[in-house]
């Protein structure tokens, strides 16, 4: 069995913590069974840190790999490569008893709180067996530890001895946050945790989230194709694209000047929904390339209108824009 490297156990030379995540390089290739060698790229080379207690959000259109990460980061799939601490885990080469004990630190919340949920167990059953299989408490504490967390989320007692088909989809996703906050979690990494919800219900998980961010001192991971839900609540944002991020910086920064053509067409059709008005100009044409073959140079750059052929010959590496605003854009000096 291998141990979990301890790394950065003290504060780094200038005093700073060091970022409780801290991702370097991280690359996920599928293999794809009767293509040989070829493999679907979709995480290829993501760094990013998320300080404690920040919220990160990771933003994207669909396929661009964001929940790779989530899956990477809480090593429900192994990494093809790359670097991944939090707080002092190694977290790519845990196994055994440290990686169980990281399964309570780092808890994932999905989109769909149905499939999250055995449909033949009371809700009462569902959350304390994980407490169970984490040998937290007796029996009665267990018990206890539960109905105090249904309070936590906003659910009365009688949620105790309900079925899933007796509750609502906000309902439901209560019960999962409460399932996972069971566990004392630090790192909490939500993929679309409103997507399925309806409106009105959305506002309501997310301000249960930041209250329990809060009160827990969590550090959360918010994935998201929707910016609305990130400029909500994030700290800082990382804008992906095709397995790759292409900025990130603060929140206010982002969405005050950003530099990547990509951000800006996200921003604007995110503007365009809110309000109805137009900006064709600024929205993207075509479909998201397929990671199975990815452009040369810049990722973006077959559905860039500002792309030269220096964009299609070299991809960019990050510029520093602002302190903690970075940009990946050959470009970005010149398009104001
Ligand atoms: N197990 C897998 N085997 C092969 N390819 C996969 C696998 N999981 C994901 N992919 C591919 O990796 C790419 C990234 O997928 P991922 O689910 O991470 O995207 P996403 O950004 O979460 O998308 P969405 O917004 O739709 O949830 C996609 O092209 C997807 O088809
Ligand atoms: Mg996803």
């Not at 009688?158 to 069971?182: E, N």
Request: hydrophobic residues 35%; proline residues 6%; aromatic residues 6%.
């Amino acid at each position: 069995m291998q141990l979990a490297v301890r790394t950065q156990t003290s504060p780094s030379v200038d005093g700073k913590k060091p970022p409780y995540v801290i991702a370097k390089d991280l690359v996920k290739y599928y293999p794809v069974p009767g293509l040989g060698h070829r493999t679907v790229k979709s995480v290829d080379g993501v760094s990013l840190t998320i300080g404690e207690g920040e919220v990160l959000g990771l933003v994207g259109e669909s396929g661009c790999g964001k929940s790779t990460i989530a899956r990477l980061m809480t090593r429900l799939t192994h990494a093809t490569n790359g670097e991944l601490t939090i707080g002092e885990h190694d977290i790519l080469h845990m196994e055994g008893e440290a990686l169980r004990r990281m399964r309570r630190v780092v808890q994932l919340i999905f989109q769909d709180p149905y499939s999250a949920l055995d449909p033949r167990m009371r809700i009462g059953q569902s959350m304390e067996t994980p407490l169970e299989q984490h040998r937290i408490g007796t029996r009665d504490e267990r018990n206890a530890l539960v109905y105090q967390m249904l309070e936590e989320v906003g659910l009365d007692a009688s949620f105790y001895d309900r079925y899933p088909s007796q509750c609502s989809g906000g309902q439901l996703q209560r019960v999962v946050i409460g399932r996972a906050l069971l566990l004392k979690p630090s790192f909490l990494v939500c993929d679309e945790p409103t997507s399925a919800l309806d409106a009105s219900m959305r506002t309501q998980i997310l301000n249960l989230l930041m209250d329990l961010k809060r009160r827990h001192g969590l550090t959360i991971l918010m994935i998201s194709h929707d910016l609305r839900v990130v400029r909500y609540l994030c700290d800082r944002i990382a804008v992906m694209y095709l397995g790759r991020i292409v900025e990130i910086a603060d929140r206010d920064e982002l969405f005050r000047a950003p530099k990547h053509p990509y951000t800006k067409a996200l921003i604007a059709s995110s503007m365009l929904d809110e309000t109805g008005l137009h900006a064709p100009e600024m929205l993207l044409d075509g479909d998201l390339p397929s990671p199975l073959n990815p452009p040369d140079g810049c990722k973006f750059h077959t559905r860039c209108k500002y792309a030269t052929e220096r964009c299609s010959a070299s991809e960019p590496e990050f510029s520093t824009v602002a302190d903690e605003h970075l940009v990946r854009c050959h470009h970005w000096r010149d398009l104001g």
